[in-house]
């Protein structure tokens, strides 16, 4: 799900270090000198929907912030250098924290080979995430581009574990043949959603808390994931790449057979947890994809670049689940994607290119949300 390379090879480096510590209302104090203020500088006039806003990292790429269930840690992944990581790994923060180069995070998952999808587990003690270390210590290729057209690698040496909150992994849920990664769980805290490539195709499986009773949800051709549920867990929200011509299917299913995907057309989908009813919510072209329910479970707030021409910049919408009332919440000119919301409702952990300098570093913001 962390597919933010795909941007940033557009951009340039920068970073920025300063001493400080926060909470989550948007209010930072400078520790060198007590003052306190209020981020107000990162947030776009017309971003009416935060109240305030809180930059969370200073460096490299961070994303897919997502919150325990009592919403007072995150877990994310980063592959800040500075962080002593090659590549992407599992990072665990307080609510209230905020990371500089010189100040890391605890690191949750193993540092060898590479990571995505992490989320809490209901007992806010265990997390689960997708890793490629069973099969190599070093961090897998990451092709970004085949005959000049972007990609992501489907690696199939990823499966999925459970850790404690000392990095201990204490169980693996999948060890299928082929790509298990991308898993979320329900807040009913009773599913957990996952893509896989058992069948043969990128499609959407759910399973229970402890991996048992694996059941297929999709079934049609195209790359199915990123799958989040609704807040009360009886609805999937996902994104879908969907080939229809002839080439477009066979396309697909050569880069497929070579672990790869292209993720330049893509539409979101909707359905019932169990897989019925299932049907498309966006018809927008370019990339809509990391959607995430409202707190509220009738609108979905996205990210897409189907008003950009050139590919980005990626903005924020929300989009009504019977798919009227499409509205834009960012107004950013590079990238802003991986919207959270915390599970009471207030606040939106998302990522940005917003405040690095017109670099290429990604960072992590929590702004307070209001309606």
Known sequence: MNRITVILILLVTFSSCKNESSDASGYSTDTTSGATKKYDSLIYPEET???SIRQVTYGGDNAEAYWSFDDKQLVFQSNNVKWGVGCDQMFLMNANETFTDSIAPPMLSTGKGRTTCAYFLPDNKHIIYASTHLVQDECPDAPLKKNGKYIWPIYDSYDIFVADLEGNIVKQLTNEVGYDAEPTVSPKGDKIVFTSTRSGDL????????????????H???????????????????????????????????????????????????????????????????ANWSPFFHPSGDKVLFSSNFESERGFPFNLYLIDIDGKNLKRVTHSE?????????????????????????????NLFIAEWQD
Request: glycine share 10%.
């Open 49 to 51: 929907h935060f109240k």
């Open 203 to 218: 499609e959407l499986y759910t399973m229970n808390i402890d991996g048992s009773d694996v059941k297929q949800i999709t």
């Open 334 to 362: 590079t990238f802003d994607a991986f919207p959270v919301f915390s599970n009471d409702g207030k606040y939106l952990a998302f990522s940005s290119n917003r405040n690095n300098g017109g670099g290429r570093d990604t």
């Open 220 to 286: 049609e051709l195209g790359y199915d994931g990123g799958a989040f549920f609704s807040p009360d867990g009886s609805k999937l929200i996902f994104r879908s790449s969907r080939p229809k011509t002839e080439k477009e299917i066979k396309n697909y299913k050569d880069l497929l057979a070579e672990g790869l995907v292209e993720p330049t057309e893509m539409e979101l989908y909707i359905c019932n947890a169990d897989g019925s009813e299932l049907r498309q919510l966006t018809d927008l072209g370019n």
